[in-house]
């Protein structure tokens, strides 16, 4: 069996509309937002903690102070033909300055 290679490792340079994938709406998402000034997005697995750092601030024009990274793993469903796995995926939470903000709509 094939060892799996670390996609982070690689020399590519991503465009920040290819690092951020989608924002995470939710209703925590809108809490943290409110009160601590922190976003969620889905980023690609290639993605390093300065890449989505380049890439918030250039494509939102805001001031990032920190983020924060979690690698979620696929959950496992129940489907007509047995068991199926959901894909796995990442998500950054970003903490901006004081003055920045994010309007999702």
């Known amino acids: 069996m094939p060892r799996q290679v670390d996609v982070t490792k690689t020399k590519l340079k991503l465009e920040p509309y290819q690092v951020i994938t989608r ?10 937002a409110e009160h601590r000034n922190i976003y969620s997005f889905e980023v ?9 750092k380049e890439a918030v601030e250039k494509l939102f024009e805001v001031k990032v102070l920190e983020v924060k990274i979690q690698n ?4 496992k469903r129940r489907t007509r033909n047995g068991i199926g796995v959901q894909r ?18």
């Not at 924002?23 to 943290?32: A, D, M, S």
């Not at 690609?44 to 989505?52: G, T, Y």
């Not at 979620?72 to 959950?75: L, Q, S």
């Open 23 to 32: 924002p995470i709406v939710t209703e925590k998402g809108f809490h943290l």
């Open 44 to 52: 690609s697995k290639m993605a390093n903690k300065l890449d989505i």
């Open 72 to 75: 979620r793993k696929g959950k």
């Open 88 to 105: 796995s995926w990442k998500k950054a939470l970003v903490k901006l300055d004081a003055e920045s903000r994010i309007n999702y709509f």
